[in-house]
Structures are given as C-alpha cells and as structure tokens.
C-alpha cells in the first residue's frame, strides 16, 4: 500500500481509490451532493476550486484542488510536472560550523 498526494499535503492510501473523476459532470454533481447529505464528503480542497472526487471503497468522497489527470498520474507512479516529492524543509544540515564551541 502507497499514499497517493491529493494536495496540500494530503494524502489517500492507493488501494482505497475505486474511482477519480472529473466534478463537471451531472451525475458526479449528484453523487457528491448525496455523500454530503449523508456526512460522507472529505472537503481537502482548501477553499480552492474542486478539480477531482476521489470515490473510495468506503463509499466517502473526497474533494481534491488536484486535477484528476495529476491524481492518476501520481496513482501509477508518475511525476507530475510540479510534484514536490523531496519537501524536506524541516530538516537542517550539519555544516560544522557551531558557535558555541
């Protein structure tokens, strides 16, 4: 099992996706309004424009600001043009040079 980057800095475990598609469609309009109603929507668009719903095996539907080509690409182990995969900023290089030595 992997995890799959669904924007900012969100991720999904790959063998839970059954489905990416596009929001544009009216039963894709319809399929996300009822998951709403029944409290099984996922909103990790960050205020942005949904661009891909991701339908898991869990019947939730999760609303990414990622387009669904990018998702799939990222799916199948592809780099996207884009992909940040080394964000290490938390980690800070030792270059010898202490202060307090």
């Given at each position: 099992?992997?995890?799959?980057?669904?924007?900012?800095?969100?991720?999904?475990?790959?063998?839970?996706?059954?489905?990416?598609?596009?929001?544009?469609?009216?039963?894709?309009?319809?399929l996300v309004?009822?998951?709403?109603?029944?409290?099984?929507?996922?909103?990790?668009?960050?205020?942005?424009?949904?661009?891909?719903?991701?339908?898991?095996?869990?019947?939730?539907?999760?609303?990414?600001?990622?387009?669904?080509?990018t998702i799939?690409?990222?799916?199948?182990?592809?780099?996207?043009?884009?992909?940040?995969?080394?964000?290490?900023?938390?980690?800070?290089k030792d270059?010898?040079?202490?202060?307090?030595?």
């Open positions: 099992m992997k995890f799959i980057n669904i924007g900012f800095g969100n991720m999904v475990a790959d063998i839970r996706i059954v489905a990416i598609a596009s929001p544009e469609s009216a039963p894709i309009k319809r309004q009822d998951a709403r109603d029944a409290g099984r929507v996922i909103d990790v668009s960050c205020g942005r424009r949904t661009r891909a719903v991701i339908v898991t095996d869990s019947d939730h539907i999760i609303l990414s600001a990622i387009q669904s080509e799939a690409s990222r799916l199948h182990g592809e780099n996207s043009p884009g992909d940040d995969i080394s964000e290490d900023t938390d980690t800070e270059t010898g040079n202490d202060k307090d030595a």
